[in-house]
């Protein structure tokens, strides 16, 4: 993973999580604002702007990659690299909570 | 056959300016029918209505047109024109999101944007798409043509006139740089501090 990747998403925004995290599965914008909002009982809400903006930037840097096109929406899905950032930001969000507990956190 | 035309210059910082102007226009019963460069709006007399118009900084590839605009109409917003490649948007303030359930969803539902991270990269989008290109216009163009005027300048009434002109260009190239300057400034400590 090169300096630039690190350096953008490494802490990411909670935006660019969730909308890493849904991408496991193949998923339009829509869906995933969906998703998110209904993950977080409407606390993390997406709006469009934000949207298309985070997927085209994911998709540049390769994050993410279009699989095809339904309905004039893309659908996306994630990359190894993708999994490798979200795999990367899970770990510093474990060691972050548990240390907010009060815990030491190992490995 | 516009009912009401306004002419009102909203340089490329004052996007949020330009949409409170929408609003308040749409409050009094003028729909924005169309605007045209360099800041003519066009409006329809209706009813007062509660309508909310934002405007987006997003340039697109023609094969990307389609799905910008499906993300934008997947969450109620209507798209209206391009001009100066800004974008516009409006929603009925009343209407909700399709699939939108709580109060909670009508607060988020009248922004484009909802996280400053994204408010700055599309600052950025138009610092480099917009503010690039005119910073070098000014230092390629103006800057030589008003130097060379300086020295016509002395040659005289033909020189003397274009000497002129070159002046208002400056002046007014300077006068529009400070402008977006300071209001590219703030916007981004608007939209940093609120983090």
Request: hydrophobic letters at 35%.
């Amino acid at each position: 993973m090169d300096a630039h990747i690190r350096k953008v998403y490494v802490p990411m925004t909670e935006t660019g999580f969730y909308i890493l995290f849904c991408l496991q599965e193949e998923m339009h914008g829509y869906n995933i604002g969906q998703k998110v909002k209904e993950m977080t009982g409407s606390a993390v809400t997406i709006s469009p702007g934000t949207m298309y903006g985070t997927l085209s930037k994911m998709e540049k840097d390769g994050l993410i990659s279009f699989v095809r096109e339904e309905e004039k929406r893309k659908i996306y899905m994630i990359t190894e690299l993708g999994r490798s950032v979200l795999e990367l930001e899970r770990k510093r969000i474990a060691r972050l909570y548990q240390n907010s507990m009060g815990e030491v956190c190992h490995g | 056959m516009a009912d009401k035309k306004e002419f009102h210059l909203f340089l490329l910082p004052e996007y949020e300016e330009e949409e409170k102007y929408l609003n308040k226009m749409a409050k009094k019963g003028y729909r924005l029918e169309k605007v045209t460069l360099p800041g003519i709006y066009s409006f329809t007399k209706t009813e007062p209505e509660d309508m909310i118009y934002r405007i987006d900084f997003n340039p697109q590839k023609k094969e990307d047109l389609a799905g910008y605009h499906q993300m934008f109409a997947d969450y109620g917003w209507e798209y209206l024109q391009d001009m100066n490649e800004y974008s516009y948007f409006r929603k009925p303030a009343d209407v909700r999101d399709k699939d939108a359930d709580s109060d909670h969803d009508i607060c988020w539902n009248e922004d484009i944007y909802s996280d400053n991270d994204s408010r700055l990269d599309m600052i950025k989008r138009i610092l480099k798409t917009k503010m690039l290109p005119f910073m070098i216009l000014f230092l390629g163009i103006v800057i030589p043509q008003f130097v060379g005027a300086i020295f016509h300048g002395s040659m005289g009434p033909a020189g003397r006139t274009i000497l002129i002109m070159w002046t208002v260009v400056l002046v007014l190239y300077i006068y529009i740089f400070v402008r977006c300057y300071v209001g590219f400034k703030r916007l981004k400590k608007k939209y940093e501090s609120e983090m």
